[in-house]
């Protein structure tokens, strides 16, 4: 029985690191795609300020959030 609990208490050491690995990889991702979504609105607004804004021309009210909080990685850490 002593064996069997080593034994699982092992595999959940290795789950457990392999799921932080991929959450910090998952981190990295949505990093890189934040900062691809925030270059493309920056040549967006450019593009479009002779005209009054993207906003202005699909008539709506604008409002961009990116999250640089870090909760992920920080949850799991």
Known sequence: VEKAI?????????IA???SDTIGWL?????SLK???FQNCMVLDMITAQ???VCTLINTSCCTYIDQSGQ???AIY
């Open 6 to 14: 080593v034994n699982i208490s092992a595999e959940m050491e290795i």
């Open 72 to 74: 992920i990685t920080t």
């Open 51 to 53: 005209m009054r804004g």
């Open 35 to 37: 900062e691809v979504a």
């Open 27 to 31: 981190q990295t991702e949505i990093n």
């Open 17 to 19: 690191n392999s799921t």
